[in-house]
């Protein structure tokens, strides 16, 4: 990434500057301004999330808003209520608290002398999500937003469900990250003498997400709050919706695309849970500079042609062998004028026991095969880019499922969207899943994940209000897969691999099940055939990623990862294990010290869907000199045929001295997982 120095403007920081609510609670925020701002006004961009800037994201922050000052905006970096620098406590994700909060910051923005009055808003992953929620809110001043890696809709696509399913590692994992973030003390730098007050309030108040979640089990009120799905013409202004292939939001960006009326764009790339100026695999593009040209056509009126190019774009990725690592993905960018495409038609495949084809017949069901490990070489749902976060070869999963492999592409194929399977079937059990797979298959036997999806199967007829199986009773079931774009090569093979279970991704049913699939016509493959458009060649090549100089800092100790698997032989159980270090870091400038460790570990008996044991271990460290704290938080999630049990401790330390403890210990429920 090439790092710059000059800019059109030149700029000057605010390290800290308090924004008050209208309650009286402060909220901590950083700004970059061009240096003439109080005489020359400018837009105000605006980044509002709970990972604190003074350390969590300050070596991020550092690449992109004084890149944006450079280019003449305010660029607004806010710690959310409870987190980092700023007062209160934060009780849960997306409340209406911490959306008004961000409508009272905008509302702040204009006042200022440097604003312009005309605001926009960014973020990744959380600051995507709420970016969106404020937008649905209409605050004048909003004028357009930047969404990454986020979604519209907080039931189907997010750490807690998928499907109707429960996510196993991320449901308690993601709790356990945040409880060990919102344990972390405020600066005493920037807070003075109140700082122990306000980490004691925190500590004290912070409640453990988990188990609000797991409450939620249907997708009911809790969260059709902040899905801006529930109504998208809430939306009024500016949408550029931007994720990854390998990112587990990328079903929002063509939903979002169609059911949007206001002005919008999508862009798609091959990347992970990052920024694309840095994310993996490659290819990486400026998105800084793409940023720039969306808000100088948005905020400053300037003609940037960003509006005439395709509503979507995408990366049309190649086969490759399956790695579960990869720098670069192989392919293109493609267009698309509009969305939904009027360039591509779905074509049906049948599942035949002669295979995948396109001929109808009526024979005979097969049986599933019962392996509760199938999704073993799955990667994790939520990749960063790191190695070992992508699928491995699918073939050891395939063996674990029911297939149906086509013939021979002589010519290859090219998908763009949701492919989707409709199955008729019948299990013994009232509860059961059904994991799908999308599999590109090598000349050589090797089998490339491109999508996969999951369904609880008491959701078969909506997430709302499931309704139990009745053993033994033939049903209908359709399960989506993700959104994905793929190039086939000449001479591979598509490949629909079925399975009850799909572990770690998808918490198993409480028993063992036995499904039987009748093919027919109601058991098929649609696949979104997209035709080749010349157009594609002529597509505007994206610049080379450039940031804003890096905050400098000092490695202490170096980043590592190990991720394994062991197989209990006697037991026939399978443990799996991801332990992650992030390093340890010091900031040159004031001296602040932060690391982050972690650890998932999950076990499971081939035999036994209820010895699945989900474990979570997270360590934080903040200090500077004689100042150190360190924060512990752990957890662990098991089931009974009645209940989910959680388990979850919280320790944190001062100088090496304990001064806070708490534990949880709670069952739920199961319902209709």
């Known amino acids: 990434m090439k790092i710059k120095t000059e800019f059109p403007y030149k700029t000057r920081i605010i390290r800290h500057c308090w924004i008050n609510m209208p309650d009286g609670c402060r909220l901590s925020a950083r700004i970059w301004l061009p240096e003439n701002a109080e005489k020359e006004p400018v837009p105000a961009i605006m980044e509002y999330i709970p990972y604190r800037k003074n350390d969590g994201t300050a070596l991020r922050d550092s690449l992109y808003h004084p890149y944006f000052a450079g280019h003449g905006y305010a660029a607004i970096r806010v710690d959310m209520r409870g987190s980092g620098d700023s007062e209160g406590v934060m009780l849960d994700e997306y409340l209406a608290q911490e959306l008004d909060d961000a409508v009272s910051v905008i509302d702040w923005l204009v006042q200022q002398s440097w604003c312009n009055g005309k605001v926009g808003m960014m973020g990744k992953s959380w600051g995507g999500f709420n970016s969106l929620e404020v937008a649905a809110l209409k605050p004048p001043a909003l004028k357009s937003i930047i969404t990454v890696c986020s979604s519209d809709d907080r039931y189907a696509d997010d750490v807690h469900y998928k499907g109707g399913c429960v996510l196993s590692t991320d449901m308690l994992g993601w709790s356990t990250t945040m409880l060990a973030w919102n344990a972390r003390p405020p600066d005493p730098a920037v807070l003075g003498e109140n700082w122990r007050d306000l980490w004691m309030e925190r500590l004290e108040q912070t409640p453990l997400l988990v188990q609000e979640w797991i409450r939620h089990q249907q997708r009911d009120t809790y969260w059709k709050h902040g899905s801006i799905c529930e109504d998208y013409s809430a939306i009024e202004c500016a949408v550029y919706a931007v994720g990854g292939w390998a990112d587990p939001y990328s079903n929002a960006i063509p939903r979002m695309l169609a059911g949007l009326s206001c002005p919008r764009k999508g862009l798609i790339g091959p990347w992970a849970h990052e920024y694309p100026q840095r994310a993996l695999p490659g290819p990486q593009i400026g998105f800084a500079q793409e940023c720039i040209r969306w808000w100088d056509f948005w905020l400053k009126g300037t003609e940037t042609g960003i509006m005439e190019e395709p509503m979507l774009r995408v990366w049309m990725p190649k086969s490759v062998a399956p790695k579960t690592y990869h720098e670069f993905r192989p392919g293109r960018w493609v267009g698309e004028a509009l969305w939904p495409s009027e360039n591509s038609e779905v074509q049906t495949w049948y599942l035949n026991r002669n295979g995948l084809n396109q001929s109808l017949e009526t024979e005979k069901a097969m049986l599933f095969p019962t392996s509760q490990v199938v999704g073993l070489n799955a990667g994790v749902w939520f990749p960063m880019g790191a190695a070992g976060d992508f699928p491995g070869d699918q073939r050891s999963a395939d063996s674990g499922s029911l297939c149906f492999t086509s013939e021979v592409f002589e010519d290859g194929m090219e998908i763009l969207g949701n492919p989707e399977v409709t199955v008729s079937l019948n299990c013994d059990k009232p509860k059961a899943l059904l994991a799908a797979r999308l599999c590109d298959v090598a000349p050589d036997g090797t089998s490339l994940l491109v999508s996969w999806g999951l369904l609880n199967l008491t959701h078969r007829n909506g997430?709302?209000?499931?309704?139990?199986?009745?053993?033994?009773?033939?049903?209908?079931?359709?399960?989506?897969?993700?959104?994905?774009?793929?190039?086939?090569?000449?001479?591979?093979?598509?490949?629909?691999?079925?399975?009850?279970?799909?572990?770690?991704?998808?918490?198993?049913?409480?028993?063992?099940?036995?499904?039987?699939?009748?093919?027919g016509d109601e058991t098929f493959l649609n696949l979104p055939f997209r035709k080749s458009r010349p157009e594609d060649a002529q597509l505007t090549d994206f610049l080379e990623p450039e940031c804003s100089p890096p905050v400098p800092t000092e490695e202490l100790r170096a980043s590592s990862r190990k991720r394994t698997i062991e197989h209990e032989v006697i037991e026939d159980s399978i443990t799996l294990s991801d332990k992650v270090d992030n390093g340890l870091y010091q900031f040159v400038e004031d001296g602040l010290e932060t690391e982050d460790l972690g650890c998932d570990t999950l076990t499971l008996k081939e035999s036994d869907p209820l010895s699945l044991r989900v474990s979570c271990e997270r360590t934080s460290g903040i200090g500077r000199g004689d100042w150190q704290t360190r924060v512990e938080a752990s957890g662990t999630m098991t089931a009974s045929l009645e209940n989910f049990e959680v388990i979850s401790r919280l320790e944190v330390f001062e100088g090496g001295q304990r001064i806070f403890y708490r534990t949880w210990d709670f069952q739920i429920p199961r319902g209709w997982v």
């Open 463 to 519: 997430h709302e209000n499931p309704e139990e199986l009745i053993p033994g009773k033939n049903f209908k079931a359709k399960v989506q897969l993700n959104a994905c774009a793929h190039a086939l090569s000449p001479g591979h093979r598509w490949r629909v691999s079925l399975s009850s279970a799909y572990f770690p991704h998808a918490w198993p049913s409480p028993e063992l099940t036995t499904l039987q699939i009748f093919p």
